[in-house]
């Protein structure tokens, strides 16, 4: 495994155990010493820009937000692709009328139309609070990168009535992230390689959720974590350990990545 040069990595179930909402000592140590020995590392993550993690001292190299719909590294945007108006008008309208609320994803802004338990208990497991927003109309203006809502699995046909350039992409059973089709992580993924003239052969990632899928078969070695769901597990390459007992730090010491 000495020829692996990139490391992508989920953030929550991966780096930061959903049960605690923190990331280890351990882990943390992981990523500085893969750091130290030339690494680059990545984020690849459902989450926006402005809701990623401080991971303190370490320092990752490119950021793949929304599954991948909006990559980019401190200089540059390396991939962007949003999701049609005319679509994101059809997905509220869909919800509306399943009776689900539904929350928009801008670069730099998160709001709500409206907050159910559901959403509600998404967003808490990334420490957050659903924004209902006074002016969400003015905010369906700008570029729509991610359409969250709590919807179970037998609401996904309703929710998608009619759309024509975006996707479901789920790791939870009670809300979804909805996406442009062209987006996803392994798209994202392709688009990084390509960005630091890298090949398939010379990454890793890891990850726990379904989200995670195009991601762990986008690199040459795709690691589930334990706790992960049985369909990741059935695609990736190896299985590490889960995150609460650090599997990854395991995993990388196993292998001599660190």
């Not at 709500?112 to 905010?139: C, P, T």
């Not at 992580?185 to 726990?208: M, R």
Request: charged share 30%; proline share 2%; net charge negative.
């Amino acid at each position: 495994m000495n020829k692996i040069k990139i490391a992508f990595f989920d953030i929550d179930g991966t780096l930061i155990d959903m049960n605690t909402k923190t990331i280890s000592k351990r882990m943390l140590e992981t990523l500085v010493r893969l750091k130290d020995k030339g690494m680059i590392l990545c984020l690849a993550t459902g989450r926006s820009p402005i809701t990623l993690p401080d991971f303190g001292e370490v320092t990752f190299d490119a950021f793949l937000t929304f599954n991948g719909s909006y990559c980019y590294d401190s200089e540059r945007t390396i991939f962007s692709s949003h999701i049609p108006a005319k679509d994101v008008k059809q997905l509220i309208q869909n919800a509306t009328e399943i009776g689900r609320p539904v929350s928009v994803a801008t670069k730099d802004r998160l709001a709500a139309n409206g907050a159910d338990q559901d959403l509600i208990d998404y967003y808490a497991k990334a420490k957050l609070k659903v924004e209902v927003s006074d002016d969400f109309e003015a905010v369906l203006q700008k570029d729509i990168y991610q359409v969250m809502t709590g919807c179970r699995e037998s609401e996904y046909e309703h929710m998608m009535k009619d759309i024509r350039h975006a996707k479901i992409t789920a790791w939870w059973d009670r809300a979804v992230d909805i996406i442009p089709d062209d987006g996803g992580k392994g798209k994202a993924i392709e688009k990084i390689l390509e960005y630091y003239n890298l090949d398939q052969s010379e990454a890793i990632a890891f990850g726990d959720g379904n989200n995670d899928i195009e991601m762990i078969q986008s690199v040459g070695t795709g690691v589930a974590m334990a706790n992960g769901s049985e369909q990741l597990k059935a695609v990736a390459d190896d299985v590490c350990g889960n995150v609460a007992e650090d599997g990854i730090y395991y995993y990388c010491l196993e292998h001599e990545l660190i």
